[in-house]
């Protein structure tokens, strides 16, 4: 089945599109992972929300936003797949989606100590020691986009 990638604002997105995506990060971070925490937290409204769709169902996902010194954040990364390829995907068009919408060169997120070398592929470097973050080890990692 095809895939496609769309990158939206909240006020953007469908119905349809907020519940697949809502529904998705159940699955990995509830169901997969679980994680017992609130998933809406407001940010979302302010948000992009870079997605892939299998149909009409969300398969990956990642949100950015802005937080201090001009730094855009990433999170809420997720596919619902694996060993296809689909995070990469995701990342690689999400970067350029996130360059564009927010016209800042400076990124981070908060990675699971199991996705640092993914992370790492596209030129995150960890900054930070481990941490515990909802029952598991984090780094803090940030990127420069280049130009």
């Known amino acids: 089945m095809k895939t496609n990638i769309e990158a939206k604002t909240f006020d953007e ?4 599109e907020v519940y697949e995506i809502l529904k998705a990060r159940a699955e990995v971070f509830v169901v997969e992972q ?19 769709k299998e149909g009409d169902k969300v398969i990956a996902y990642l949100r950015a936003f802005k937080v201090e010194d001009n730094f855009i954040k990433i ?5 619902t797949t694996h060993a296809r ?14 360059k564009t919408h927010f016209h800042t060169n400076k990124l981070k997120l908060d990675a699971q100590t199991h ?4 992370y790492e ?3 995150f470097k960890v900054v930070s020691e481990e941490f515990l ?13 280049v130009e």
């Open 13 to 16: 997105l469908t119905s349809k």
């Open 34 to 52: 679980n994680i017992v925490y609130q998933d809406m937290d407001d940010i979302d409204y302010d948000a992009l929300h870079v997605f892939m």
């Open 75 to 79: 999170g809420r990364v997720l596919t």
């Open 85 to 98: 390829g689909d995070g990469g995907k995701l990342l690689k068009e999400g970067l350029e989606r996130i």
């Open 115 to 118: 996705a640092i070398k993914f």
């Open 121 to 123: 592929k596209f030129g």
């Open 133 to 145: 973050e909802e029952g598991i080890m984090h780094v803090k990692m940030e990127y420069a986009l």
